[in-house]
T-cell receptor, first 115, second 110 residues
Framework: GAGVSQSPSNKVTEKGKDVELRCDPISGHTALYWYRQSLGQGLEFLIYFQGNSAPDKSGLPSDRFSAERTGGSVSTLTIQRTQQEDSAVYLC?????????????FGPGTRLTVL | AQRVTQPEKLLSVFKGAPVELKCNYSYSGSPELFWYVQYSRQRLQLLLRHISRESIKGFTADLNKGETSFHLKKPFAQEEDSAMYYCALSRSGGYNKLIFGAGTRLAVHP
């Protein structure tokens, strides 16, 4: 079946603009995660959704970052007033059940470049 | 503090040589440990996890709680093992946000 998909695959924007990144998790997966992969910071957790529970936003680096998950499926990560340090690959992952040790399945990522 | 340390950015070996990718962690409690791998132009994917105690593609990893380590080992490296390897941990028994190490690039030369 289809894996996690993300769009766009690449995004180039100007400093100060807002961007939206989209993630389609694997059908039936209840948990959805956003991570950021950057040269200086490695792989960082950003935010996590599970079912109808309040999301864990503990990894969001600033209030310019926000995310939502509509209908328990598709998620959108929004970065407002982008800065050059936001340039990174944004990865989305989903898993079947957040309890226990279920595997996280990663998407191909969105490469964001802020000029 | 929760932390995963992979001290080597690059590990370069010849085909057939043994490989050990080091991973140390700092965590209050009993975490679950994982190794994820990213081959060139492919997605990040799970390689193995400590609770499974399994061998995947010839790789094994043993959790040493005394040394807080979870080193990844393979007795005979193959060229197709060349990839980026990330050690990660999560809290056990609850939601599993992953905390990743910086990663080690393994290069296996013919």
């Amino acid at each position: 079946g289809a894996g996690v998909s993300q769009s766009p695959s690449n995004k180039v924007t100007e400093k100060g603009k807002d961007v939206e990144l989209r993630c389609d998790p694997i059908s039936g997966h209840t948990a959805l995660y956003w991570y950021r992969q950057s040269l200086g910071q490695g792989l960082e957790f950003l935010i996590y959704f599970q079912g109808n529970s309040a999301p864990d936003k503990s990894g969001l680096p600033s209030d310019r970052f926000s995310a939502e998950r509509t209908g328990g499926s598709v998620s959108t990560l929004t970065i407002q007033r982008t800065q050059q340090e936001d340039s990174a690959v944004y990865l989305c992952a989903s898993s079947l059940d957040p309890s226990g040790t279920n595997e996280q399945f990663f998407g191909p990522g969105t490469r964001l470049t802020v000029l | 503090a929760q932390r995963v340390t992979q001290p080597e950015k690059l590990l370069s070996v010849f085909k057939g040589a043994p490989v050990e990718l080091k991973c140390n962690y700092s965590y209050s409690g009993s975490p679950e440990l994982f190794w994820y791998v990213q081959y060139s132009r492919q997605r990040l994917q799970l390689l193995l996890r400590h609770i499974s105690r399994e061998s995947i593609k010839g790789f094994t990893a043993d959790l040493n709680k005394g040394e807080t380590s979870f080193h990844l080992k393979k007795p005979f490296a193959q060229e197709e093992d060349s990839a980026m390897y990330y050690c990660a941990l999560s809290r056990s028994g609850g939601y599993n946000k992953l905390i990743f190490g910086a990663g080690t690039r393994l290069a296996v030369h013919p």
